[in-house]
């Protein structure tokens, strides 16, 4: 089995920062990807940020400019740096891994989401 543990989120004002942290453990065989989705009040789960082991990225257009998606490969880690933050980003955050946990075997897995509340 593969774990994610979140970290990070919180409530901010307008236009402040907040980082999530997001680590995989477990029976890893290699990681194929990592990054963040997003579900807000009412709202489906839609993509924020995706990072692939190579280093390609996938932004979503309503946080480009904004988020930052960044990975450390040694730790099995991804992070969000979420700056300029609007009431719109206000969602619960959670954690994507594509794992292969063997060489002919690969699975989604998700952590148990962060709350990201944007407020003044």
């Known amino acids: 089995q593969v774990q994610l543990a979140e970290s990070g989120g919180g409530s901010v004002q307008p236009g402040g920062s907040l980082r999530l942290s997001c680590a995989a453990s477990g029976s890893i065989f290699s990681i194929n990807a990592m990054g963040w989705y997003r579900q807000g009040p009412g709202k489906v789960r839609e993509l924020v940020a995706l990072i692939t082991i190579p280093g390609r990225t996938n932004i979503a257009d309503s946080v480009k400019g904004r988020f930052t998606i960044t990975r450390d490969n040694a730790k099995n880690a991804v992070y969000l740096q979420m700056d300029s933050l609007k009431p719109e980003d206000t969602a619960v955050y959670y954690c994507?891994?594509?794992?292969?946990?063997?060489?002919?075997?690969?699975?989604?897995?998700w952590g148990q989401g962060a709350q990201v509340t944007v407020s003044s």
């Open positions: 994507y891994a594509d794992v292969s946990v063997s060489l002919f075997r690969r699975n989604n897995y």
